[in-house]
Nanobody, 127 residues
Framework: QVQLEESGGGLVQAGASLRLSCAVS????????MGWFRRAPGKAREFVAA????????YYGDSVKGRFTISRDNSKNTVELQMNNLRREDTAIYYC????????????????????WGKGTQVTVSS
């Protein structure tokens, strides 16, 4: 079983930066897809970013393009999410997820295909 644990959330002012980390343990393979999602109060869970465990081009949701950067550090077994120029609408619980696809695939936003999820970390952006 893959286990994921998010950290790094907190309360920041609009315009600030924050870096989230997802500690990954268990059987992760090179072609697995690692994703970040978020759920804002009263809203559905939303895709943020994804990247293949072995690296390569990431994939971003439209609302975070140009502000957020996903990366992975295989030596530390972590997936990071650097968030810059935060806005109030970025306030949400952020979740790390892992997809162990049966067939080779690219980083994607299909939530139902992610097999493992962390418990989330709260990010609050004040104006």
């Amino acid at each position: 079983q893959v286990q994921l644990e998010e950290s790094g959330g907190g309360l920041v002012q609009a315009g600030a930066s924050l870096r989230l980390s997802c500690a990954v343990s268990g059987p992760i393979d090179r072609e697995d897809i690692m994703g970040w999602f978020r759920r804002a109060p009263g809203k559905a869970r939303e895709f943020v970013a994804a990247i293949r465990w072995r690296g390569g081009p990431p994939y971003y949701g439209d609302s975070v393009k140009g502000r957020f950067t996903i990366s992975r550090d295989n030596s530390k077994n972590t997936v990071e999410l650097q968030m810059n120029n935060l806005r109030r609408e970025d306030t949400a619980i952020y979740y790390c997820a892992a997809d162990k696809p049966e067939q080779l695939t690219v980083p994607h936003a299909h939530q139902n295909e992610y097999d493992f999820w962390g418990k989330g970390t709260q990010v609050t952006v004040s104006s």
